[in-house]
């Protein structure tokens, strides 16, 4: 099975809880936009700690290196298969000034033309409700249980 790891990164302004959450680049997802963010994540490199893996997809996806506290969340399982381990974390950062790596592909399909892509196009904090949907629905169970380990 494939794996994921990422991390929920939250704050709190002004007695509001807000999470971070981030949107795929490409131009698959360009007109997406409900059940399509996700928390910061991405494939374990082999031999890769999963929580080491989680902190480098987000530093790769955001330019912010999350620290600890970790709080470890129980996994879940995306429509495709694959499993996405996840971290909560503390952190602030200015969701308009990300930077990410890019990916290229052919586009458009069989033209022949190669284009780089960011793999985030935007990112933003959002309270519960609004995260809830926005994020795949399968990850809504990371800002449940979240929110349930901090009452």
Not at 9 to 34: C, D, Q, R, S
Request: proline content about 7%; some cysteine.
């Amino acid at each position: 099975m494939k794996q994921s790891a990422g991390i929920l990164l939250y704050k709190k302004v002004e007695g509001k809880l807000l999470f971070f959450l981030v949107h795929p680049g490409g131009p698959f997802f360009a007109k997406k936009n409900e059940g399509w963010w996700t928390v910061p994540k991405g494939e374990l490199l082999p031999d890769e700690l999963p929580l080491d893996a989680a902190v480098r997809e987000f530093k790769e996806e955001t330019g912010y290196k999350p620290l600890p506290p970790f709080l470890e969340l129980q996994p879940i399982t995306q429509k495709a298969g694959k499993q996405v381990l996840c971290w909560a974390a503390v952190g602030n950062l200015d969701a308009a000034t990300i930077t990410c790596n890019t990916f290229e592909i052919e586009w458009p399909p069989k033209s022949g033309k190669i284009k780089a892509f960011a793999e985030v196009d935007k990112a933003g904090w959002f309270m519960y409700d609004e995260a809830k949907l926005l994020i795949n629905e399968r990850q809504v169970a990371f800002l449940d249980e979240f929110i349930l380990k901090l009452s």
